[in-house]
Structure formats: structure tokens, C-alpha cells
């Protein structure tokens, strides 16, 4: 636990979080100070959709974003839509594009299935049965939620042992889809092989990687520009979350 007691950032705070029982192991930082979540803000949302999934309000499988996409292209990042604007810059299924797009895409979908605003089904399905009091959606279902780490630390432990979804339904979620497309991962490079699934990063064979040298291929998580982070090692049955103050960077690598 010495890595926790050393983490240095900008008021920033870090848990480990492991075991059966869903314990916080370690922690340094303040824990109820709240942060921008920015793109971790993404594993949230698939788990609303996972939920989604699994009531039958909507299936992996159908038509949803550009023409010949559905809601799985949509999570896995597949869909061809750009970064940041409502354009398609290859078609389904060739391209591993990061798509912030593709996120708000997808929670106006669900809005529209549902019949309720996004950030509502949002709290029924996530973040109020999680017991995130602390947490809100300012913004877009990509990089809106605001929150502390003691709330982003329950979310880890829901990762490690899931209690809204199947264990079934996280294994698919967190198993690459659409496997060996190469796109960009953003601060880290090109990759032949940029491995994701449905709204989870895998890590698999990826190098340099932002969960660091110790975690297995089996790692799964995101990161967000404002210096959050949240990785499950499956393997060892430990989760890391973090929210920090300073921008996403090179330090993240040796955190």
C-alpha cells in the first residue's frame, strides 16, 4: 500500500478496492471531495445500458447511430462516428474510432427507449441502488458525472463483484468486442490491436498502457482527462480508483 501512501497529485485521492467482499483496502486523499469524473463517466453509462439489456428494453444487436450500426458497435466504440462530432468516418465494425459522440448518441437512444431523461434512468438504474449520493450528471452521458472517490470506489467494487447486471453480462461487457480493429489510444498511440468491449477498456496486449506494468491482459477500466481513472484486475480481484486534480498525463503511468 505503499504506491497509495505515495500518490502524488493536485488534490487528488486514490482507493484500492479488492476481495469477495467488495472491502476498500486502501485509501490516501480526501474521498468526499467531489471531482469531474470526465470519460470514466463512460462505464457508468454502459452499465445503464447493460441494465438496459438485461430488463429487455433494448438489445445489443439492433440498429442504433449510423446507418448499419447498433447499440453494440455504439459501446464498443465500432461505430465509425467521430471523436467529438456527428460524422462517420468509416463504416462499422473496421475502425476502433473513440467516440464521445458515439456515448451521447447512445444516451439519447436509451432516453428515447425508456421515456425518461437520460440522467434519470441513470440514477434509477446506477447510481441510486449503488448508493452514489454524492454523484450527478452535469452534461453529456460521455464525461458528465461529477462525484467524490468514496462514491467512484463503490462503483469499483460493483466491477469486481456485480450486483445490478449478471456476472455473465459484465464477463461479455469486459471481454474484447469486435476484436483485433486498430485505432488511437488518446495520450498513449496507434494500436494494432485497440482492444475494447462494451464501454470497457481492455487492456489485453496493449503497451505503454495507463494501468501500469503489473496488471494482467484481463485489466479493464477508463480513464478521463481530468486525471480519473478506475481499473479492475479480474486476476487478482483488485480494483484502483482515482480522482485527481491535474490533467491526465504521463504521471498516470507511474501511479
Known amino acids: 500500500m505503499a504506491l497509495v501512501d505515495g500518490w502524488q497529485t493536485q488534490g487528488g485521492a486514490v482507493a484500492v478496492v479488492g476481495g469477495t467482499d467488495r472491502t476498500v483496502l486502501a485509501v490516501g486523499g480526501d474521498v468526499l471531495r467531489s471531482s469531474r469524473w470526465a470519460s470514466v463517466t463512460k462505464l457508468a453509462t454502459a452499465l445503464a445500458v447493460l441494465v438496459a439489456v438485461e430488463e429487455e428494453v433494448l438489445d445489443l444487436d439492433e440498429p442504433a447511430g449510423p446507418p448499419g450500426a447498433t447499440v453494440r458497435h455504439l459501446l464498443a466504440h465500432a461505430s465509425g462516428l467521430a471523436f467529438d462530432e456527428e460524422r462517420t468516418l468509416a463504416p462499422p465494425g473496421r475502425r476502433r474510432i473513440y467516440s ?3 456515448f451521447e448518441v ?31 450528471l452535469e452534461g453529456s452521458p ?6 467524490p472517490l468514496d462514491d467512484l470506489s463503490r462503483l469499483a467494487a460493483e ?9 455473465t453480462t459484465l464477463r461479455l461487457a469486459t471481454t474484447v468486442t469486435f476484436p483485433g480493429l486498430a485505432g488511437v489510444l488518446p495520450g498513449f498511440g496507434f494500436h494494432g490491436a485497440q482492444d475494447w468491449g462494451l464501454g470497457f477498456e481492455v487492456r489485453d496486449g496493449k503497451w505503454p498502457h495507463w494501468t501500469g506494468s503489473r496488471c494482467s491482459p484481463a485489466t479493464f477500466g477508463h480513464f478521463g482527462a481530468s486525471g480519473s481513472f478506475l481499473w479492475v484486475d479480474p486476476g487478482i480481484g483488485l480494483a484502483c480508483a482515482a480522482l485527481s486534480g491535474r490533467p491526465f498525463g504521463a504521471w498516470a503511468r507511474h501511479a
Open 142 to 147: 460521455a464525461a458528465g458525472l461529477v462525484g
Open 159 to 167: 466491477l469486481l463483484a456485480p450486483t445490478l447486471v449478471a456476472p
Open 100 to 102: 464521445n459522440t458515439g
Open 106 to 136: 447512445l444516451g439519447t437512444f436509451l432516453a428515447k427507449r425508456v421515456a425518461m431523461p437520460f440522467e434519470r434512468y441513470l440514477y434509477e438504474a446506477v447510481t441510486e441502488p449503488l448508493g452514489l449520493e454524492g454523484t450527478r
